[in-house]
């Protein structure tokens, strides 16, 4: 598969598509994860990073 548009034309297309948005949970968090028409395994690792503030926001 070759996906890989720019970031705006893929922009654009994810508010066509449905689109899934991952939280992240903790208070404050501004961490948003959107994807669309990922594999399931993929998924699961993504709804993994979002749920866990620890793996997403200890960076900076
Ligand atoms: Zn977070």
Same mark, same amino acid.
């Given at each position: 598969?070759?996906? %890989? #548009?720019?970031? +705006?034309?893929?922009? =654009? @297309? @994810? %508010? /066509?598509?449905?689109? +899934?948005? #991952?939280? $992240?949970?903790?208070? $404050?968090?501004? *961490?948003?994860?959107?994807? %669309?028409? *990922?594999?399931?395994?993929? *998924?699961? +690792? /993504?709804?993994?990073?979002? @749920?866990?503030?620890?793996?997403? $926001? =200890?960076?900076?």
């Amino acid at each position: 598969m070759n996906d %890989r #548009l720019p970031h +705006q034309i893929s922009d =654009a @297309a @994810a %508010r /066509l598509a449905e689109m +899934q948005t #991952l939280r $992240g949970p903790a208070p $404050g968090c501004t *961490v948003r994860i959107r994807f %669309r028409a *990922v594999a399931p395994d993929e *998924v699961a +690792q /993504l709804t993994a990073v979002a @749920a866990d503030h620890a793996r997403h $926001g =200890a960076k900076r």
